[in-house]
């Protein structure tokens, strides 16, 4: 099976732009979770998705959104760019049902540099 | 009560020698307990996981022991190798979806 993969996987925006990364998740898979890596705050949950819905919502403020589509591939937003976006943004994708339901596979992630 | 505290910050091992990580958590409600190895430019992959159930699982080199009462749980790898220099990830997951609460991380260096 393929694994994870995210497009694209370097971005340089500046303040104030927006951007939106996108996600395919391993064949079969049907939820598809969003991460940020930084050195400061770690690996933070953003969002999850399963079945095109969001299931559950870190605490990050509204500027940052996803969708899911009906073929599990999933966009992530983010409006009016700050300098504090800068990060790995990881999408990680897992079954969401049966008994591996919550086993997380993460992409190689995009790296989003604000100027 | 979200919070995964993971130590050693950092670790150097020498070759063949034992790797040991520990992760504590306060949230009762977490049912599961993954590892993740991460290498630089990469994403976290996933080495291994456990549930509440079992005490101890094993998987290669690759150790989980959990202690339910304590709210703790740890990684141990048997004899390291260079090629298991990373930064290695506890996390914590409930049974509400896949939101994983990460610890902060333990970067290994493996002496040859």
């Known amino acids: 099976k393929a694994g994870v993969t995210q497009t694209p996987r370097y971005l340089i925006k500046t303040r104030g732009q927006q951007v939106t990364l996108s996600c395919s998740p391993i064949?079969?898979?049907?939820?598809v979770s969003w991460y940020q890596q930084t050195p400061g705050q770690g690996l933070q949950f953003l969002f999850e998705y399963f079945s095109e819905t969001q299931r559950n919502k870190g605490n990050f403020p509204g500027r940052f959104s996803g969708r899911q589509f009906s073929n599990s591939r999933s966009e992530m937003n983010v409006s009016t760019l700050e300098l504090g976006d800068s990060a790995l943004y990881l999408c990680?994708?897992?079954?969401?049902?049966?008994?591996?339901?919550?086993?997380?596979?993460f992409g190689p992630g995009t790296r989003l540099t604000v100027l | 009560q979200q919070q995964v505290k993971q130590s050693p910050q950092s670790l150097i091992v020498q070759k063949g020698g034992i790797s040991i990580i520990n992760c504590a958590y306060e949230?009762?409600?977490?049912?599961?307990f993954p590892w993740y190895q991460q290498f630089p430019g990469k994403g976290p992959a996933l080495l291994i996981a456990?549930?509440?159930?079992?005490s101890e699982k094993k998987e290669g080199r690759f150790t989980i022991s959990f202690n339910k009462s304590a709210k703790q749980f740890s990684l141990h790898i048997m004899d390291s190798q260079p090629g298991d220099s990373a930064t290695y990830f506890c996390?914590?997951?409930?049974?509400?979806?896949?939101?994983?609460?990460f610890g902060g991380g333990t970067r290994v260096l493996v002496k040859p």
């Open positions: 996390a914590a997951g409930g049974a509400a979806g896949n939101k994983l609460t």
């Open positions: 456990i549930r509440p159930d079992v």
């Open positions: 064949s079969g898979h049907r939820s």
């Open positions: 990680a994708s897992s079954p969401g049902s049966g008994a591996r339901y919550n086993e997380q596979f």
């Open positions: 949230n009762t409600a977490f049912d599961y």
